[in-house]
């Protein structure tokens, strides 16, 4: 264990962890678009500077790339930081005038418009919410494994989708694109059997129907993922059910190996 200080507070810090995550531990809310716990930081947003007072890079940096180390002081909202931090909000305001999160941010700095010429694109499959932070591009390649969306185009006319605009059937329909985005702006939808990812050329994913009850719950090639890579042990009787029927199915089963005693009791607690 570390001990570092962050606006005076001494905070204890495991070794090799951010001073984003120490901060956010001990209640320090420091602002962040791209950080993602599950994904390498790459400070991609600066939503997250803080200033270095003491420590190896003295001055301002990112604290989502910042390790904690023995000794090492910041401070988050100095009158430097804050005016930064501004800055960025309207930067944001411009390029996803449609995003709350960003609207909350600036509403909590007193931001109340951007200098800079909004983006606004007629029927954006990203809802005019995309800050380009490549959270979903990166979770769908480097976690999930899929790689069905990318960056296209550049500079200004960057934007996210599947190849050439095409449905794209290396998308599970997962979610977790729409999980991790910080503003919002992945839009899916489930119709009865088929899970629609809108914001992803409307590519259309069919949904497992529970054997049991007959609900449509999760995305077939989801499902097929998860018991393959996340769950290889599940029993083949559970594994066309829905997470209800599995539950119940699951109480079922612990009942009838209790009472054939493949289960053992509690034991008897003592007065
Ligand atoms: S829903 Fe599709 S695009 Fe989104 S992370 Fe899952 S596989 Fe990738």
Redesign the pocket.
């Known amino acids: 264990m570390t001990q570092v200080i962050i606006d005076g507070k001494p905070c204890a810090a495991e070794e090799g962890e951010t001073l984003l995550v120490v901060a956010r531990r001990e209640g320090i809310d420091i602002p962040a678009f791209c950080f993602e716990e599950s994904l390498a930081s790459y400070g991609a947003c600066r939503m997250c500077l803080v200033e270095v007072v003491k420590g190896a890079r003295p001055g301002i940096t990112t604290s989502c790339t910042l390790q904690a180390a023995d000794g090492l002081e910041v401070l988050t909202e100095t009158p430097e930081i804050t005016g930064l931090r501004k800055a960025l909000i309207e930067l944001y305001l411009a390029q996803a005038p449609r995003a709350e999160s960003i609207k909350a941010l600036a509403r909590r700095y007193g931001v109340e418009k951007t200098r800079f010429a909004r983006k606004v694109v007629k029927e954006d499959p990203l809802q005019n919410r995309c800050i380009l932070c490549g959270l979903?591009v990166r979770?769908?390649?480097e976690?999930?494994g899929?790689?069905?969306?990318n960056y296209i185009g550049r500079g200004q006319f960057t934007e996210i989708n599947?190849p050439f605009y095409e449905e794209?059937e290396?998308?599970?329909?997962?979610?977790?694109?729409?999980e991790v985005c910080p503003t919002g702006a992945?839009a899916?939808e489930d119709r009865t059997d088929t899970r629609v990812?809108k914001s992803?050329s409307e590519?259309k994913?069919p949904l497992a129907r529970c054997a049991a009850c007959g609900t449509f719950f999760a995305?077939v090639?989801?499902t097929r993922y998860a018991h393959e890579k996340l769950d290889p042990g599940i029993l083949d009787a559970l594994k066309d059910l829905c997470p209800a029927c599995r539950s119940k199915a699951a109480a079922r089963k612990a009942i009838l190996l209790k009472k054939e005693g493949v289960i053992p009791p509690e034991p008897e607690l003592q007065a």
């Open positions: 979903c979770v769908c390649g976690i999930m899929a790689g069905a969306i599947t794209n290396a998308c599970m329909g997962c979610g977790a694109c729409a992945i899916l990812m992803w590519t994913v995305p090639p989801f």
